[in-house]
């Protein structure tokens, strides 16, 4: 069983910045797929942006797309989310999740992916 854990979260003032790093107790480059997904209180749980291993494919999000960027080091077996630029509506529990391999999904969509993290919160400030 492969465990994810999350760490980075925290409180920021709007246009400021946070990196999120997820921890593999496996290595990453298993993977087909890593992403990071966010839950804000009253709302379903969204992908945020993804990372496919094998040409290091990455998308995101329109909310969000030149203002977070998504990494995997597969030497540190770790998902990294830079987020810049923050604003009151990036406040969230933020997931990283894993897919060992293709399910007929797409990044953004959570059948799609094997394992998730327990989530670190962040939260913006206007």
């Known amino acids: 069983q492969v465990q994810l854990v999350e760490s980075g979260g925290g409180s920021v003032q709007a246009g400021g910045s946070l990196r999120l790093s997820c921890a593999a107790s496996d290595n990453t480059d298993r993977f087909f797929l890593m992403g990071w997904f966010r839950q804000a209180p009253g709302k379903e749980r969204e992908g945020v942006a993804g990372f496919y291993t094998r040409g290091s494919t990455t998308v995101y999000a329109d909310s969000v797309k030149g203002r977070f960027t998504i990494s995997l080091d597969n030497a540190k077996n770790t998902l990294y989310l830079q987020m810049d630029s923050l604003k009151p509506e990036d406040t969230a529990m933020y997931y990283c999740?894993?897919?060992?391999?293709?399910?007929?999904?797409?990044?953004?969509?959570?059948?799609?992916?094997?394992?998730w993290g327990q989530g670190t919160q962040v939260t913006v400030s206007s």
């Open positions: 999740a894993a897919d060992l391999r293709w399910n007929g999904g797409t990044w953004h969509e959570e059948p799609e992916y094997n394992y």
